[in-house]
T-cell receptor, first 113, second 113 residues
Framework: GNSVTQMEGPVTLSEEAFLTINCTYT??????LFWYVQYPGEGLQLLLK?????DKGSNKGFEATYRKETTSFHLEKGSVQVSDSAVYFC????????????FGSGTRLSIRP | GAGVSQSPSNKVTEKGKDVELRCDPI?????LYWYRQSLGQGLEFLIY????????KSGLPSDRFSAERTGGSVSTLTIQRTQQEDSAVYLC???????????FGPGTRLTVT
């Protein structure tokens, strides 16, 4: 079946630290991959996406590369800010059924000033 | 423009009662999705509507759950004979077509006492 496994949290970092949140997936075919973010008290919003192998999604200083050989889509940011504190969800839409999103369990990130 | 809206934002109900949750998608979006976010299960897909096609109900957890979409726009998720395990945040999303970015509403927090 289709599934997403991501790094368990919570993750606590100091401001300006380097961030990596690991994500691996299992899927048949060629899924599209996403990172969604949920800031405190706000709704879920798309952070970045990649629709085919070797694509790099980027937004707000965050990046993730679609690695088919390792079935991974790790989220990285070079220098985190307090405002990045949120819950991050790795997700996919299966190639065979692009109608629904399958989410990972979420990683809570807290940034200390 | 206006985003996805959901009502009510919070709902407290007694076990055994029926509840209706409403979703207004972004104008012009043909696809509408319902998800559930709970502590134990994370983010789960429930049901998906696309135009006039039969809905994908594969995520509904039991026959107590149903949803309809009238006139290709507003959707109502109904939970009959609510149970405590139904307590969760119910999220609605819409998109222009299958497989592209889904825009999420703020959710309805349901508490079953």
């Amino acid at each position: 079946g289709n599934s997403v496994t991501q790094m368990e949290g919570p993750v606590t970092l100091s401001e300006e630290a380097f961030l990596t949140i690991n994500c691996t997936y299992t899927a048949t075919g060629y899924p599209s991959l996403f990172w969604y973010v949920q800031y405190p008290g706000e709704g879920l919003q798309l952070l970045l996406k990649a629709t085919k192998a070797d694509d790099k999604g980027s937004n707000k200083g965050f990046e993730a590369t679609y690695r088919k050989e390792t079935t991974s889509f790790h989220l990285e940011k070079g220098s985190v800010q307090v405002s990045d504190s949120a819950v991050y969800f790795c997700a996919l839409t299966p190639y065979s059924s692009a109608s629904k999103i399958i989410f990972g369990s979420g990683t809570r990130l807290s940034i200390r000033p | 423009g206006a985003g996805v809206s959901q009502s009510p934002s919070n709902k407290v109900t007694e076990k055994g009662k029926d509840v209706e949750l409403r979703c207004d998608p972004i104008s012009g979006h043909t696809a509408l999705y319902w998800y559930r976010q709970s502590l134990g299960q994370g983010l789960e897909f429930l049901i998906y509507f696309q135009g006039n096609s039969a809905p994908d109900k594969s995520g509904l957890p039991s026959d107590r759950f149903s949803a309809e979409r009238t006139g290709g726009s507003v959707s109502t998720l109904t939970i009959q004979r609510t149970q405590q395990e139904d307590s969760a945040v119910y999220l609605c999303a819409s998109s222009l077509e299958q497989g592209v970015e889904q825009y999420f509403g703020p959710g309805t927090r349901l508490t079953v006492t």
